[in-house]
């Protein structure tokens, strides 16, 4: 009977799930943003999205790599300069990255559009790369080819990688729900590098093994290719939601975006803790030297049982972010995206100390990387729910969405430092101290593996123990305070769609009951917390009282010092004409809305809208870009106008 009874109860839960599934598949569940067709396209076209950047990720300037080092032979010194010198150029790509982006204006949203227009020559990319006639070039034409094709996949997958990875973070202003999706579509998602994980050494078996370059012939190409097609999926099946009022412009001039990180807290919190993490860049090879090289050396298998060896535990492996995926939503729920963090560092550091101690047993060793496995899953999905939230924070703070370069000024910083961890790891430690050169058959001795191993272990446990202090002391962002954030950033956007007659329906009324529950709830939670005795409790009164305060204060937002000082500033400025400030005049919109309404019936006639709406947008941009602070200024008066009405606004909208 019970069992029946548990099969009914399992019944009852797959019959409601379909339901849901049926229910929500075009239109979100209340307070809910994302239909669950719009969830199924992003995951599903993830498959595509991974593929393609995991096989991007095989080509890389690094002795460790099997590619670069084993099937190319290349030495360890000349892919580390090479590394230091990409470093340097990638940060300069960064900046134009994400200047980009942050001025990107499309009909198709910020980020979409690059899943097109970034995936295709990524996967051609890696296709030219892997039919070059490699057996019949020279050592230096073998290391500049890499390089070259190296660099110029910098230019397109970083920006078909963000486009992704990103893509999740705007489609909800709800924080908890951005959690949900990203974890269902990295379950998903997680298909694709599963995949590669089985597929690319037992297929390789067949051809020589990884440490050769014929079968990277093969896979690269139709990993790549296909890779590119089924991430088309994301783009048509999408859309981004970023809470702006309607006439917001996406127009930051490079060096305010650049600097726009150097007073956020938060960012630097994030930014600290990774470049101590990124001393853990060598510890992955460990994998590598124990189950490719070590599994054929301690078992004596030949190179086919090798490979297909190898593609087995690596899938295997990869079971074990199952269970985190499935725990992580309950675990930001109770710990909150703060208290997860701190959870799988101290996870990790536990597990990689345990590596240590069984180094001498490969079974042993293999148990403990698949804990380490579970507790490296959970970054995947607080990395981006944790960006996320400090983006939203920078919007709240600046009133600007900064996807792109909010960290620019602290990945200057970063670039330096991820140059010296990246010196230290693979010269210092790799090839000198445990003498990997170009000698890379020497992986296949056990009294070669071990200490090497050791030592990237070690380099790895002291950058996870060190990530903890900036984090800890620096990133104090709760969940409340986002819900805050996310409610101000609504009513700063209906107060201005209601200035400029653009307002949703709706979304003056959403406004309203945001800041009265607010109002409510601040008076609730002050009654309460003199009569709480729990010290858990109260902690989470608080915690509720500050986020509450955030959005009742946003009324009396121009009557704080610093907003006083800001608008006199304002005033001075806007006392001039941008023919005295900047020597340019503001552009009238009628070109740009002659464009606009150009018949587009023909192929003739939409070449010709396009060329003119360029040429309007192009005068347009100019303006922005030189009276940047002169529009920002006007933009702050006409904010004060209706926030002085803030009564009156409010009073109309609960009158019908």
Same mark, same amino acid.
Request: aromatic letters at 12%.
């Given at each position: ?35 669950? %067709? ?15 950047? $995991? ?44 200047? /980009? ?27 030219? &790369? ?27 997958? +970083? ?5 992704? =990875? ?11 729900? %951005? ?9 998903? $998602? *997680?298909?694709? +590098? ?23 012939? /093969? ?24 809470? /702006? ?49 070590? @599994? ?13 060896? $190898? ?20 675990? @930001? ?11 799988? =560092?101290?996870?990790? @550091? ?6 240590? #101690? ?16 579970? &507790? ?26 900064? !996807? ?21 790891? $693979? ?39 060190? *990530? ?11 969940? !409340? ?30 406004? /309203? ?25 109260? %902690? ?7 986020? #509450? ?8 937002? &121009? ?20 023919? !005295? ?6 552009? *009238? ?24 709406? %360029? ?15 002169? @529009? ?25």
């Amino acid at each position: 009977m019970k069992t029946n009874g548990k099969l009914s109860n399992a019944a009852q839960k797959i019959k409601s799930a379909v339901s849901d599934m049926k229910r929500y598949w075009k239109q979100p569940p209340e307070g809910r943003y994302v239909p669950f %067709r719009e969830i199924a396209a992003y995951s599903v076209g993830g498959i595509g999205a991974k593929l393609l950047i $995991n096989t991007v990720w095989m080509i890389s300037l690094s002795g460790t790599s099997l590619l670069a080092g084993s099937a190319l032979g290349l030495k360890v010194g000349d892919l580390t300069t090479l590394n230091v010198i990409a470093t340097a150029l990638n940060f300069v790509l960064n900046m134009v990255r994400g200047y /980009v982006i942050d001025n990107t204006r499309s009909s198709k949203g910020k980020f979409r559009p690059y899943l097109v227009y970034m995936g295709v020559p990524s996967a051609a990319l890696v296709t030219v &790369f892997a039919l070059l006639p490699y057996e019949t070039m020279s050592y230096n034409a073998k290391l500049y080819s890499l390089f070259a094709i190296y660099m110029l996949l910098q230019i397109s997958n +970083p920006f078909y990688d963000q486009a992704y =990875t990103t893509l999740a973070q705007v489609m909800s202003p709800n924080s908890t729900e %951005r959690a949900d999706i990203i974890t269902v579509a990295t379950f998903i $998602n *997680s298909f694709a +590098p599963s995949v590669m994980g089985f597929i690319t050494p037992a297929i390789a078996g067949f051809y020589g093994g990884l440490d050769t370059i014929a079968p990277y012939r /093969v896979l690269m190409p139709v990993l790549g290719i296909s890779g590119a097609v089924i991430g088309l999926i994301t783009y048509a099946g999408t859309k981004e939601r970023i809470i /702006v009022a309607k006439d917001y412009i996406p127009k930051v001039p490079f060096f305010k975006g650049l600097a726009s990180g150097i007073r956020n807290k938060y960012q630097w919190a994030r930014s600290l803790q990774s470049w101590c993490v990124f001393l853990q860049c060598g510890i992955g090879n460990v994998t590598t030297w124990y189950f490719y090289y070590g @599994i054929r050396d301690v078992l004596n298998l030949t190179t086919k049982q090798q490979g297909v060896l $190898n593609g087995t535990l690596m899938t295997v492996l990869s079971i074990a972010s199952t269970p985190a995926m499935l725990a992580a939503p309950i675990l @930001i729920r109770k710990l909150g995206k703060r208290g997860v963090v701190i959870f799988y =560092t101290i996870g990790t @550091i536990a597990s990689m100390t345990a590596m240590l #101690f069984t180094l001498r047993n490969i079974w042993a060793l293999y148990i403990v990387i698949f804990i380490r496995g579970f &507790f490296n899953t959970f970054p995947i999905i607080l990395d981006g729910a944790i960006n996320a939230d400090i983006l939203d924070y920078q919007q709240y703070k600046t009133g600007a969405r900064l !996807e792109g370069m909010l960290g620019q000024f602290v990945g200057f910083v970063g670039t330096f430092i991820t140059m010296g961890i990246t010196y230290f790891i $693979n010269t210092i430690l790799i090839q000198n101290r445990y003498g990997l050169v170009s000698n890379y058959d020497d992986l296949y001795m056990q009294s070669f593996r071990e200490p090497i191993s050791q030592g990237m272990i070690l380099a790895a446990i002291a950058g996870y123990v060190l *990530s903890l202090i900036p984090f800890c002391l620096l990133y104090d962002l709760t969940e !409340e305070d986002h819900i805050g954030h996310i409610s101000v950033l609504k009513i700063r956007a209906a107060l201005e769609d209601y200035a400029n007659n653009n307002l949703s329906e709706g979304q003056l009324d959403e406004a /309203v009951r945001l800041y009265t529950q607010a109002e409510a709830g601040l008076a609730e939670s002050r009654e309460r917390l003199d009569l709480v005795r729990s010290g858990k409790e109260k %902690r989470a009164l608080k915690r509720k009282i500050k986020a #509450f305060e955030l959005v009742v204060r946003e009324k009396d937002r &121009f009557k704080t010092g610093e907003m006083k000082q800001e608008l006199e500033k304002a005033e001075e400025l806007l006392s001039h004409s941008t023919e !005295e400030l900047y020597s340019v005049s503001e552009p *009238s919109l009628d070109d740009y809305n002659r464009a606009n309404a150009m018949p587009e019936a023909t192929k003739e006639e939409r070449k010709a809208k396009a060329a003119a709406l %360029r040429a309007a947008q192009k005068a347009l941009d100019r303006f922005h870009k030189k009276a940047y602070d002169y @529009i920002k200024a006007r933009a702050l008066f006409k904010q004060y106008e209706y926030y002085s009405n803030w009564n009156a606004i409010f009073e109309a909208s609960k009158n019908g």
